[in-house]
């Protein structure tokens, strides 16, 4: 069983940075794609970004596009979501999650993903 623990969260002025961590444990993961989502208070979960090992990419949503990055570290299994000049739109519960299959069709859509972690709060102040 895949479990995951979200760190690095707390509270920024607007265009600070936080890095975000997700570490991974369990068997069955590896060439799975490893996404971070957010949750802003009474809105639905939206995909942030993902990475795919087994073709290599990385995906982005449009309006994270060019603030933050995501990366993977195999060795020790953690993904980082590195968050630079974050906007108070930013503000949300981020979580991580692995993917139901080695190769989906949606790489940050929530649907495609089955394991998850418990979030960490992200808050930003103008």
């Known amino acids: 069983q895949v479990q995951l623990l979200e760190s690095g969260g707390g509270s920024v002025q607007a265009g600070g940075s936080l890095r975000l961590s997700c570490s991974i444990s369990?068997?069955?993961?590896?060439?799975?794609?490893v996404g971070w989502f957010r949750q802003p208070p009474g809105t639905q979960r939206e995909g942030v970004a993902a990475?795919?090992?087994?073709?290599?990419?990385?995906y982005y949503a449009p309006s994270v596009k060019g603030r933050f990055v995501i990366s993977q570290n195999k060795f020790n299994n953690e993904v980082i979501l590195q968050m630079n000049n974050l906007k108070p739109d930013d503000t949300a519960m981020y979580y991580c999650?692995?993917?139901?299959?080695?190769?989906?069709?949606?790489?940050?859509?929530?649907?495609?993903?089955?394991?998850w972690g418990q979030g960490t709060q992200v808050t930003v102040s103008s």
């Open positions: 999650a692995t993917s139901s299959t080695r190769v989906v069709a949606r790489p940050t859509n929530p649907d495609e993903y089955r394991n």
């Open positions: 369990g068997y069955g993961y590896n060439d799975n794609c």
């Open positions: 990475v795919c090992p087994a073709g290599g990419a990385t």
